[in-house]
């Protein structure tokens, strides 16, 4: 059994800064891709982050310079770093990963239960 945990979500005056973190537990082979969402209420689920296994990160334009992530391939975690934190990054964050659990299928998504990020003006 598979599971993403994340860590790290609160309230945060804007301008402020937090840390997202998440940490893969279970059997699987590999974590490829890692990433983190985030769902702001009455909104689509949208990329904030993503970093490849190798380290190469895509960020959302409107996060770019602000935030950063990073992961430990060794302890199968991600973080998230949020700066210059605004109003309309709130929302439900999630981690997400790309998981090979058998050399016989391919890669399957999992994503963590979600922590919450609220911003106040």
């Known amino acids: 059994q598979v599971q993403l945990v994340e860590f790290g979500g609160g309230l945060v005056q804007a301008g402020g800064s937090l840390r997202l973190s998440c940490v893969a537990s279970g059997t699987f082979l590999r974590i490829n891709t890692m990433g983190w969402y985030r769902q702001a209420p009455g909104k689509q689920r949208e990329l904030v982050a993503s970093?490849?296994?190798?380290?190469?990160?895509n960020y959302a334009d409107s996060v770019k310079g602000r935030f950063a992530i990073a992961r430990d391939n060794a302890k199968n975690t991600v973080s998230l770093q949020m700066n210059s934190l605004k109003p309309e990054d709130a929302g439900t964050y999630y981690c997400?990963?790309?998981?090979?659990?058998?050399?016989?299928?391919?890669?399957?998504?999992?994503w963590g239960q979600g922590t919450q990020v609220t911003v106040s003006s």
């Open positions: 970093i490849t296994r190798g380290g190469t990160t």
């Open positions: 997400n990963a790309g998981l090979k659990t058998s050399w016989l299928r391919d890669e399957s998504d999992y």
